[in-house]
């Protein structure tokens, strides 16, 4: 089955606890990408990645870092996590070009304490 | 910079009626549109995705209509049924921004049996 899978799927941290939430697709995807969705904001874009070894900045990356090592995975890092980011974060992938359909995983709820 | 709005916010309709959601953009230089489900506690759910040279797109009782030059789509869901409830959120691919998904605030859908 084609899907992207994250984890976890919910987590409890405390301020300056480093953590990683993985994102997984299993459909041979360049692009991915992460968002970050809070009530009254919507979804926003944090950080998107073309393809392996190839990542940037997208509204919202203050407090996160992401690598690409390789074409499956796009792991999301927080560093030094603070309250502020307690949200629900999404992974999306999709083919290359503007044209194809997003793909997004089931979510992670973090609350960060 | 790109604005998606939908219209209504919330929207409470008895099962069995045919039912039409709003979504506006400010910004016309669009690639796509596509609608997404989102259900609680679950990721988004692809439903429809219009490109930039189509006027719509229909799947079972889903119908999707984008006017590029107004900056608006419609989702025209048919003879609604409670499994029908959920968020339905609107984005926009836009020239501007590569892939990224610029997304509605959503309209949350109530179909009470």
């Known amino acids: 089955e084609a899907q992207v899978t994250q984890n976890p799927r919910y987590l409890i941290t405390v301020t300056g606890k480093k953590l990683t939430v993985t994102c997984s697709q299993n459909?041979?995807?360049?692009?991915m990408s992460w968002y970050r969705q809070d009530p009254g904001l919507g979804l926003r874009q944090i950080y998107y990645s073309m393809n392996v070894e190839v990542t940037d900045k997208g509204d919202v990356p203050e407090g996160y870092k992401v690598s690409r090592k390789e074409k499956r995975n796009f792991p999301l890092i927080l560093e030094s996590p603070s309250p502020n980011q307690t949200s629900l974060y999404f992974c999306?992938?999709?083919?290359?070009?503007?044209?194809?359909?997003?793909?997004f995983g089931p979510g992670t709820r973090l609350l960060v304490l | 910079k790109q604005e998606v709005t939908q219209i209504p916010a919330a929207l409470s309709v008895p099962e069995g009626e045919n039912l039409v959601l709003n979504c506006s953009f400010t910004d016309s230089a669009i690639y796509n549109l596509q609608w997404f489900r989102q259900d609680p506690g679950k990721g988004l759910t692809s439903l429809l995705l219009i490109q930039s040279s189509q006027r719509e797109q229909t799947s079972g009782r889903l119908n999707a209509s984008l006017d590029k030059s107004s900056g608006r789509s419609t989702l025209y869901i048919a003879a609604s049924q409670p499994g029908d409830s959920a968020t339905y959120l609107c984005a926009v691919i836009t020239w501007e921004y590569g892939n990224k998904l610029v997304f509605g605030a959503g309209t949350i859908l109530r179909v009470k049996s």
């Open positions: 459909m041979n995807h360049e692009y």
């Open positions: 999306a992938s999709s083919r290359p070009g503007q044209m194809e359909t997003q793909y």
